[in-house]
Structure formats: structure tokens, C-alpha cells
């Protein structure tokens, strides 16, 4: 950051309650969009209607939900548990998190789901899945509502094996656009 950083004010944050609060600071920069990279196993990201009709991500509304879908390819011969992560852009919200089972009418169009292990997180679509569990392809869905205006990075999803790290796919960064009206 340079000289720039020494011109902005410390921040001071002070807790007056006796309870605790949560604070979650989340700060990614890239010069230039990731593209997809796979080693192992393949991920790609989509955004559809809840009806399984694809969203265009540079024509949304302000209130508008969304299905996010992941899904990809795992190599035979993977072992251990794969941590899935996606990150929300800026301008999204997460709408009901542990979902991803085929229980919810907003799944109806999007077809089979893989079983996960979902974990609570504010900033990002966080799941666990297990190779044998989900066999050579698998799926996983969630909602997030537009719910501020702007035009906003797209981090890529990304999928780890924790016991292979070597295999792991990242889908692409892009761009959102969350119109007013």
C-alpha cells in the first residue's frame, strides 16, 4: 500500500455490552481474474434461478435469490475429505447456509445434490464431502441473495482434499453486477 496506508486513521473498535461480538474482516486483492485451474479434480461455479434456469451474473437485481451451484469431477483414487469453499462476492448474502439437501422447494430445478457436510460461516459457503461418499462427480447447492447494489468481484470457488492437497481446482473469478431497480 505505500504511502497511502499511512493517511487512513486507526480504527478503534471497543465492545461497551458484556456479551462478546463477532467480527469477521475478510480483505482479498488480485490484479487480474484467477482462471480455473484443476489438479485432480474439476470445480465450476454457476448461478441459476431456483426453477434450474442460469442467471446472468451481470444482470441481477437488488433482492433477487439465486442458486449457487458447485459441482465437478473428483480422480479415482482420492482419499480423505474435501474441503469446499466460496467465498460471497461483495453485494451478496447468504440465505439459508445449511441447506444442500433436495429438502428445500428452491432446489427443485437443479437435480441431484451431493451429500455434504455443511459448516456455519458468515462470508462464505463453507462444505465438507467425502470421495467415497460422493463417488467420481459431485454437486452441491446454495442460496444467496442480491441485496446491495454495485458492481463487485466474484472470487472462485475452491476444492482442497485435505489428505492429497495436490489435488484441488479452483473455478473462475468473474464479475457480478447488482442493478437498483
Excluded at 482479498?28 to 448461478?47: C, E, Q, V
Excluded at 444482470?59 to 465437478?72: D, H, I, N, S
Excluded at 480422480?75 to 467465498?87: H, R, V, Y
Excluded at 444467496?144 to 495436490?166: E, K, M, T, W
Amino acid at each position: 500500500l505505500g504511502e497511502a496506508s499511512t493517511a487512513i486513521p486507526a480504527l478503534v473498535i471497543e465492545n461497551r455490552s458484556k456479551g462478546n461480538v463477532l467480527r469477521v474482516d475478510t480483505v482479498t486483492y488480485w490484479p487480474n481474474a484467477r482462471p480455473a485451474t484443476a489438479s485432480g479434480m474439476s470445480l465450476k461455479k454457476t448461478l441459476q434461478r431456483t426453477d434450474g434456469r442460469p442467471v446472468d451474473p451481470n444482470q441481477l437485481r437488488k433482492g433477487e435469490l439465486v442458486v449457487v451451484v458447485l459441482e465437478g469431477t473428483i480422480e479415482a483414487g482420492a482419499k480423505g475429505i474435501l474441503s469446499l469453499s466460496d467465498p460471497l462476492p461483495a453485494g451478496f448474502i447468504m440465505e439459508g447456509a445449511g441447506l444442500g439437501k433436495n429438502t428445500s422447494p428452491a432446489f427443485s430445478g437443479i437435480g441431484q445434490l451431493t451429500r455434504a457436510t455443511v459448516l456455519n460461516a458468515t462470508d462464505r459457503f463453507e462444505a465438507r464431502l467425502t470421495p467415497s461418499e460422493s463417488g467420481r462427480t459431485f454437486r452441491v447447492a446454495y442460496l444467496a441473495r442480491a441485496a446491495f447494489a454495485g458492481h463487485f468481484a466474484s472470487p472462485g470457488a475452491i476444492i482442497l482434499n485435505i489428505v492429497q492437497p495436490d489435488r484441488n481446482a479452483h473455478s473462475a473469478d468473474g464479475m457480478v453486477t447488482i442493478r437498483a431497480d
